[in-house]
């Protein structure tokens, strides 16, 4: 069994935009769209990324827009649909 539950940054569009401008080719973020159907309701339609970047060095010059949006501690297997095979 995997440990599918961390604790994830939720984004709306504006705030996945200004992060995803702070990107480079060495360090980067791409919240994913929450598209599973059964997944909270506020937070459907919203993007999603692991908090634990808020930790690391590299991704510092992030803070002020990963500081900025809300965390919750969420079941990955509950956010995103399975990619089909």
């Known amino acids: 069994m ?29 919240p994913r769209l929450i598209n599973n159907p059964y997944a909270p309701v506020e937070v459907q339609g919203k993007y999603a990324a692991n908090a634990n970047v808020m930790n690391d060095p590299a991704f510092a010059r992030f803070l002020p827009v990963l500081e900025a949006v809300p965390r919750m501690i969420l079941d990955s297997d509950m956010l995103f649909s399975p990619i089909p095979d």
């Open 2 to 30: 995997t440990d599918t539950v961390r604790t994830f940054c939720v984004f709306d569009d504006v705030q996945r935009d200004a992060v995803v401008e702070l990107n480079d080719p060495l360090t980067f973020l791409d």
